[in-house]
């Protein structure tokens, strides 16, 4: 798609068909995702939802929720899957205390965003904490999209390889785009220095092996404008 040759998504006969878009960050992930949602509801007829797994970014979730808006698409935020783990007595706030205790919560018993932020990225506790609360993210997120009485559902993962959820979704698809328009669209999109930029794609797993792990690459070095407009 987007590329040399054209690619068909193929849906199951049993719904919902679960699309997974992965991609380096400045890909265009965002898009794309509600570009494919739009053109399934559009020209197939379908009934598509839209689902932000990036928890790490509130403004990638709040842009899908606004292109979705757009099109008429309901858009599925894990983020609040996230938050509703922490609250006390959920199997996230007892995981994290079962392994921290007092470390990672307030004065009232609730978790501490702060405290648990320095603990992942200050104190190289991130693995960690992913292990004990990505299980639960997704198994959240699959119930939510069984259950969802839509045909198809494309999800959007930044580093769906990284934290091994491939094998639960029917197709993945990746973004792909030229490393200078990446490095372009992160510093000038979203006020990220080059330097910095460089050390967080480094962190996720190269664009060639996500591309030769992916189902269907989507190559994407347009510009927004002339994406909206295909």
């Known amino acids: 798609l987007m590329g040399g040759t054209s690619t068909k998504l193929e849906i199951s006969s049993k719904p919902p ?115 004990l609360l990505h299980p639960l993210i997704k198994q959240r997120l699959l119930e939510a999209m069984s259950a969802c009485a839509r045909p198809l559902v494309v999800a959007e993962v930044p580093l769906l390889f990284e ?9 993945t698809w990746v973004v792909a785009c030229e490393m200078d328009q990446i490095l372009e669209r992160l510093q000038k999109g979203r006020g990220i220095p080059r330097e910095e930029a460089l050390r967080r794609l480094a962190a996720q797993l190269p664009q060639k092996e996500k591309i030769a792990l992916c189902d269907v690459v989507l190559y994407n070095n347009a510009d927004e404008e002339a994406l909206r407009n295909e």
């Open 17 to 131: 068909t679960v699309v997974m878009l992965v991609g380096l960050q400045g890909a265009g992930k965002t898009t794309n995702s509600a570009k494919l949602a739009g053109l399934m509801k559009r020209q197939n007829g379908k009934r598509p939802l839209l689902a932000a797994c990036d928890i790490y970014r509130p403004a990638a979730i709040k842009q899908l929720e606004v292109v979705g808006g757009q099109l008429d698409i309901p858009v599925f935020d894990c983020d609040a899957i996230n938050g509703e783990l922490l609250q006390k007595g959920a199997k996230g706030h007892a995981a994290l205390v079962r392994t921290y205790g007092d470390a990672v919560l307030d004065a009232q018993g609730n978790i501490d965003r702060s405290a648990l932020s320095d603990l992942m990225f200050a104190k190289g506790k991130k693995q960690e904490v992913e292990a």
């Open 163 to 171: 934290v091994g959820w491939q094998d639960a979704f029917d197709e």
